[in-house]
Nanobody, 128 residues
Framework: QVQLVESGGGSVQAGGSLTLSCAASGYTRIYNYIGWFRQAPGKEREGVTVICTRTGRMYFAEPSKGRFVISRNVAKNTVWLQMNSLKPEDTAMYYC?????????????????????WGQGTQVTVSS
């Protein structure tokens, strides 16, 4: 059974940085995509950044571009999200998610529906 466990959330002032980590386990074949999504109160869950494990291509949602970095250590089965220049609008629950869907790496951010495995989430709060 695939398990994703996030850690590293917390509270930070605007302009600060946080790094989230996601430890993956329990899979018998490698996932095709892994990455980060977030959900703010009263809003729909949205993509932040994901990586295609087959090609190494990284996808970033517009609010993440230039500020967030995704990285992955295959041996440690861990994915990190480094968040810089944080803004109050980045406040949300952040989720790690994995997809085993055979999506073509088309250059478009993979749809959230393709991600069937989710962590429990870690809260990020950015104060102004």
């Amino acid at each position: 059974q695939v398990q994703l466990v996030e850690s590293g959330g917390g509270s930070v002032q605007a302009g600060g940085s946080l790094t989230l980590s996601c430890a993956a386990s329990g899979y018998t074949r490698i996932y095709n995509y892994i990455g980060w999504f977030r959900q703010a109160p009263g809003k729909e869950r949205e993509g932040v950044t994901v990586i295609c494990t087959r090609t190494g291509r990284m996808y970033f949602a517009e609010p993440s571009k230039g500020r967030f970095v995704i990285s992955r250590n295959v041996a440690k089965n861990t994915v990190w999200l480094q968040m810089n220049s944080l803004k109050p609008e980045d406040t949300a629950m952040y989720y790690c998610a994995a997809s085993f869907s055979d999506l073509v790496d088309s250059g478009l951010f993979p749809p959230i529906a393709a991600f069937g495995y989710w962590g429990q989430g870690t809260q990020v709060t950015v104060s102004s």
